[in-house]
């Protein structure tokens, strides 16, 4: 990783502004999921 930000500093700009990006994604999708699960088992009971 080094390596990387010595000879390419904008890629580790690059990374941790869609690092930002992919946990927001991935935080409304573990809501979908958990809201999903949740609907299921209320229904199914």
């Not at 990387?4 to 690059?14: A, I, S």
């Not at 979908?32 to 209320?42: D, Q, S, Y």
Request: charged share 10%; net charge positive.
């Amino acid at each position: 990783m080094q390596l990387v930000q010595d000879r390419f500093p904008g890629v580790v700009l690059l990374l941790k502004v869609n690092a930002d990006r992919l946990f927001t994604i991935g935080t409304v999708i573990v809501g979908l999921l958990a809201g999903a699960f949740l609907g299921t088992a209320i229904v199914g009971h």
